[in-house]
């Protein structure tokens, strides 16, 4: 009878430990996935990363918001499957990027496409065309930024790059 009253103990604490540990939480509070998006001269392409690299992996998305310091960002994404990456940012001397629609310096843009070969790889920001970011969400809580953008390029083989309907949901480094 002894041994049954302690195993009914033993049960109950059981019972009551899992209750208590019950509750609403995210499975994940920390999991969050960097998205950029956008079409590349009208074809649709995804920030994504290939890593054989089982220690370090890699990064498809990385940004960078000083909103302490003159609200400079600079936004870097890559897609190992389409062999394009993209560096665009709003300079805290040029401004800085706030909420709503910020005008990108031509500088400011950089488009890498791998299937090129010698100096085609490299485009720079084309003046010709409008080339803006704009932030629709600034969380200095969990430190995601979000918002939309279109930028073009043009290398010195005299061809064109043109990025539209961008859009992007990270997490900033600052």
Request: with cysteine.
């Amino acid at each position: 009878m002894k041994k049954l009253l302690n195993f009914k103990y033993v049960i109950l604490i059981i019972i009551v430990l899992f209750i208590c540990s019950c509750n609403n939480e995210a499975p994940c509070p920390r999991c969050f996935e960097d998205i950029v998006t956008c079409k590349v001269n009208g074809k649709e392409w995804r920030s994504n990363c290939i890593s054989n690299d089982p220690l370090f992996g890699c990064r498809a998305v990385t940004c960078y918001y000083y909103y302490k310091e003159g609200a400079g960002l600079d936004l870097n994404s890559t897609s190992d499957l389409e062999n394009i990456t993209f560096s665009i940012g709003k300079a805290s001397i040029d401004g800085g990027a706030k909420i709503g629609i910020n005008q990108l310096n031509a500088n400011r843009i950089l488009i890498h496409d791998h299937d090129l070969i010698g100096n085609c790889i490299q485009y720079r920001g084309d003046t010709s065309i409008e080339n803006n970011i704009e932030l629709t969400l600034i969380d200095t809580i969990n430190y995601i930024i979000e918002g939309k953008f279109q930028c073009g390029g043009i290398n010195t083989c005299g061809d064109t790059v043109t990025i539209t309907d961008g859009y992007f949901k990270t997490k900033f480094l600052f």
